[in-house]
């Protein structure tokens, strides 16, 4: 069964470093989307791409924050200074469409930041 | 603003018994509603969804959930549990995207926190 992919799975930065995050999409799914889920809470957007433009990108901190996905498939979310309140799980999904189909989630980037 | 709450924080229920994890909802039109799991170390995995049609939704691994308008509930549901079922269990509602560029996204509830006892 496809899944989508992500790296690494686990990262430690120290504050006002950068870091960056990968995910590629199941196949053919050209809606792909960033969570940032902090601990004890449900996933929340961040990013939001059909095929290689920027559906909805509302809840992302933009001075820290870019996310791109330059070919329309796989995709990066970097953070440039990490801050100590960026510690949380990354998630990345895709879906076939963007209306009601449902997403597939990647199993996550586990950030640290000390 | 469309909201999502599962009012429990966990649930424990021991094995063979019938589970129920609860979620109510608020939306300003047509409520379109998900459930999905999330094991520890993993990527939330979808079980069902509500869009329109029977209000008893079936889903993977034998769990089902009734829509209720009434009383704004979509509330997931197993007749047995088992000890491989515990995990994290979110709601989700599909609202418009704040870009209001015709995206669509979801809003997840907290989470429930579902152990099964042997």
């Known amino acids: 069964e496809a899944e989508v992919a992500q790296s690494p799975r686990y990262k430690i930065t120290e504050k006002s470093q950068a870091v960056a995050f990968w995910c590629d999409p199941i196949?053919?799914?050209?809606?792909l989307y960033w969570y940032r889920q902090i601990l004890g809470q449900g996933p929340e957007l961040l990013v939001q791409?059909?095929?290689?433009?920027?559906?909805?990108d509302s809840q992302l901190p933009k001075d820290r924050f870019s996310a791109e996905r330059l070919k329309g498939v796989d995709s990066t979310l970097k953070i440039q200074p990490a801050e100590l309140g960026d510690s949380a799980m990354y998630l990345c999904?895709?879906?076939?469409?963007?209306?009601?189909?449902?997403?597939?989630f990647g199993p996550g980037t586990r950030l640290t930041v000390t | 603003a469309q909201s999502v709450a599962q009012p429990e924080d966990q649930v424990n229920v021991a094995e063979g018994n019938p589970l129920t994890v609860k979620c109510t909802y608020s939306v300003s039109g047509n409520p379109y509603l998900f459930w999905y799991v999330q094991y520890p170390n993993r990527g939330l995995q979808f079980l069902l969804k509500?869009?329109?049609?029977?209000?008893l939704v079936k889903g993977s691994y034998g769990f089902e959930a009734e829509f209720n308008k009434s009383q704004t509930s979509f509330h997931l549901k197993k007749p047995s549990a088992l000890v491989s079922d515990s995990a994290l269990y979110f709601c989700?509602?599909?609202?418009?995207?704040?870009?209001?560029?015709?995206?669509?996204?979801?809003?997840f509830g907290k989470g429930t926190k579902l152990s099964v006892i042997p």
């Open positions: 999904a895709s879906s076939f469409g963007q209306n009601v189909d449902e997403q597939y």
């Open positions: 509500y869009i329109t049609g029977d209000n």
């Open positions: 196949s053919g799914h050209a809606t």
């Open positions: 989700a509602v599909r609202d418009m995207g704040g870009s209001g560029a015709g995206s669509y996204q979801l809003t």
């Open positions: 791409f059909q095929d290689e433009s920027v559906v909805d």
